[in-house]
């Protein structure tokens, strides 16, 4: 017998149709490149998004972000990471003064600040 007649993940019989082992699957054709396998599993299933896709840096560099803005707030349901560093947000808040811009950290910073208004935190 072969390896391939069973599931990588769970050992069952393949072709495996659990959706564990199937989000695993795609989470690892995606993005083998991560270690936080929790992470790759969660951008597979759509339920977070990466910032350095969806968001414009502004202020920090790739390697060491600090802020990024959303041009549109995505909502309340989905989780926000960054890939590069495989850094998850902490918390995200509208300007309160015009233009309003969304902003994005990766600490609470925008967690009852009299200059935002926290629309979203960990
Ligand atoms: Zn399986």
Request: net charge negative; glycine share 8%; charged share 25%.
């Amino acid at each position: 017998m072969s390896d391939d007649e069973f599931c990588a993940y769970c050992a069952g019989y393949t072709p495996c149709r659990r959706a564990s082992c199937v989000l695993e699957a795609k989470a690892e054709a995606m993005y083998p490149q991560l270690r936080n396998r929790a992470m790759a599993r969660a951008l597979a299933s759509g339920k977070c998004i990466d910032l350095d896709e969806a968001g414009i840096l502004v202020e920090g560099t790739n390697e060491r972000p600090i802020l990024y803005q959303l041009p549109v707030f995505l909502g309340l349901g989905v989780d926000y990471c960054h890939v590069p560093t495989e850094s998850w947000v902490w918390s995200i808040g509208r300007e309160v003064k015009s233009p309003g811009r969304v902003l994005v950290a990766f600490d609470g910073r925008f967690y009852s600040s009299a200059m935002y208004e926290c629309l979203w935190l960990r």
